[in-house]
Nanobody, 121 residues
Framework: QVQLVESGGGLVEAGGSLRLSCVAS????????MGWYRQIPGKERELVAG???????YYADSAKGRFTISRDNPKRTQFLQMSSLIPEDTAVYYC???????????????WGQGTQVTVSS
């Protein structure tokens, strides 16, 4: 089985920083794109940032200049460094990865369980 486990969420004051981590474990042959999404109750889940296997990054406009995504391929881990946080960043943050399992012919998306980030004003 494949699992993605996030950590690092919590409560922070506006202007503060948080670093989220996500570790992939289990039967994994290869990981392609990894990314972070967030969801506010009543709204659709939205992309925050993504990173390719080669380290190319892309961001939602709301994250540009404030958030930085990175990954450690040997450790199957990705990070989201969030700075200059604002109350509008409050959401449940989910990590995501495109994973090729052994003896499989295609990549499949896997999700973490989510971690709450709350930014107080």
């Amino acid at each position: 089985q494949v699992q993605l486990v996030e950590s690092g969420g919590g409560l922070v004051e506006a202007g503060g920083s948080l670093r989220l981590s996500c570790v992939a474990s289990g039967a994994i042959f290869s990981i392609r794109d990894m990314g972070w999404y967030r969801q506010i109750p009543g709204k659709e889940r939205e992309l925050v940032a993504g990173i390719t296997r080669d380290g190319n990054t892309y961001y939602a406009d709301s994250a540009k200049g404030r958030f930085t995504i990175s990954r450690d391929n040997p450790k199957r881990t990705q990070f989201l460094q969030m700075s200059s946080l604002i109350p509008e960043d409050t959401a449940v943050y989910y990590c995501n990865a495109d994973i090729l399992r052994p003896r499989s012919d295609y990549y499949k998306q896997f999700w973490g369980q989510g971690t709450q980030v709350t930014v107080s004003s």
